[in-house]
């Protein structure tokens, strides 16, 4: 039982470059989110998409893009990295929005 | 004032003790609350909900949910050093209906 799978697992970019951190779920839910987290700011929303075919901004969307491509997939993507979004990344998925989520174990990523 | 307050710790135990761990909030449109423990470099792990009100048991672990007071609770009984972890407890619902709201988490260690 997988749960939140997400891809990779670890990435260092240089300043400018361009990535998609992909995450997949296997529960059947209908909503997914992107979440930061970061030491002393805690977790936090960059964008989630409430059911297949919708997404919206979360508290830090700036900088980071998202594709909800199937009820399943939900992809973020960085089209140009910068030292500021050096973070940990973490996928999660819900039932229905505002229910308990589920996460994945992250993609750690470092921007230099 | 954060809606939702958690003692960051962190909180030292011998092993086998019980371990309270507490959140305060202040929206009263919370209908959702979790705990979630994380371990390093790991992603939250969702341990307990309840749903309104009450209580709830799962092993070893019990969670407590008082909304007149608004003030949610994480009993750990017998605790391992296997819990020594960082626990995150979460809220949902009214107005922000479709985010999770996180404490800034308590560390737990439990000295064999």
């Known amino acids: 039982n997988a749960g939140v799978t997400q891809t990779p697992k670890f990435q260092v970019l240089k300043t400018g470059q361009s990535m998609t951190l992909q995450c997949a779920q296997d529960?059947?839910?209908?909503?997914m989110y992107w979440y930061r987290q970061d030491p002393g700011m805690g977790l936090r929303l960059i964008y989630y998409s409430a059911s297949e075919g919708t997404t919206d901004k979360g508290e830090v969307p700036n900088g980071y893009n998202v594709s909800r491509l199937n009820k399943r997939e939900f992809s973020l993507r960085l089209e140009s990295a910068a030292p500021s979004q050096t973070s940990v990344y973490f996928c999660a998925s819900s039932p229905l929005r505002g229910q308990p989520q589920h996460f994945g174990d992250g993609t750690r990523l470092s921007i230099l | 004032q954060k809606e939702v307050e958690q003692d960051p710790g962190p909180l030292s135990v011998p092993e086998g003790a019980i371990v309270s761990l507490n959140c305060t909030y202040s929206?009263?449109?919370?209908?959702?609350f979790m705990w979630y423990r994380q371990y390093s470099r790991k992603g939250p792990e969702l341990l307990m909900y309840t749903y309104s009100s009450g209580n709830k048991e799962d092993g070893r672990f019990t969670a407590q949910v008082d909304k007149s007071s608004k003030y949610i609770s994480l009993f750990i009984r017998d605790s391992q050093p296997s819990d020594s972890a960082t626990y995150l407890c979460?809220?949902?619902?009214?107005?922000?209906?479709?985010?999770?709201?996180f404490g800034s988490g308590t560390r737990l260690l439990v000295r064999p």
């Open positions: 979460a809220m949902s619902g009214g107005d922000s209906s479709y985010k999770l709201i």
């Open positions: 529960m059947n839910h209908n909503s």
């Open positions: 929206n009263s449109a919370f209908q959702y």
